[in-house]
Nanobody, 126 residues
C-alpha cells in the first residue's frame, strides 16, 4: 500500500491543523493505521492509532485531549485533527499502516507497522 500525507504547514501556537493520509494500492479496510512524528534531533514517536474498524483508537499522552484520529473507508483516507498546537508539536508527521487480522486492534509501536508515508512537515510558531 502507498501512503501520501498532506495538510501540514505553518501555524501559530493555539491553532489547529488537519492532516490527511491517502492510501492506495491495497484494501484499505484491511489495514490498521497510525500517525507518528519526528522532531529534529529526536527519535520518532507515536502519536495516534486507529483500528481497521475505526472503533478502536489510542493516543500518546501528548496527543490525548488535543488530537483526534479518524478514518473514512469511502475515501481510503485517515485523518489527524490537531488542536491547541504548541511549538513542541513541530515535527514531520508520518502516516503508517499494517495489515491486521483483528478488526478492533490498534498498534502503537513503529515495529508493528510495515508501510510508511513520506511525511508532512508541521511547524508551530510561538
Amino acid at each position: 500500500v502507498q501512503l501520501v500525507e498532506s495538510g501540514g504547514g505553518l501555524v501559530q501556537a493555539g491553532g489547529s491543523l488537519r492532516l490527511s493520509c491517502a492510501a492506495s494500492g491495497g484494501t484499505f479496510v484491511n489495514y490498521a493505521m497510525g500517525w507518528f512524528r519526528q522532531a529534529p534531533g529526536k527519535e520518532r514517536e507515536f502519536v495516534a492509532a486507529i483500528s481497521r474498524s475505526g472503533g478502536g483508537t489510542n493516543y500518546s499522552d501528548v496527543a490525548k485531549g488535543r488530537f483526534v484520529i479518524s478514518r473514512d473507508s469511502a475515501k481510503n483516507t485517515v485523518y489527524l485533527q490537531m488542536s491547541n498546537l504548541t511549538p513542541d508539536d513541530t515535527a514531520v508527521y508520518s502516516c503508517t499502516a499494517t495489515i491486521s487480522a483483528d478488526r478492533s486492534k490498534f498498534y502503537s509501536s513503529t515495529y508493528d507497522y510495515d508501510y510508511w508515508g513520506q511525511g508532512t512537515q508541521v511547524t508551530v510558531s510561538s
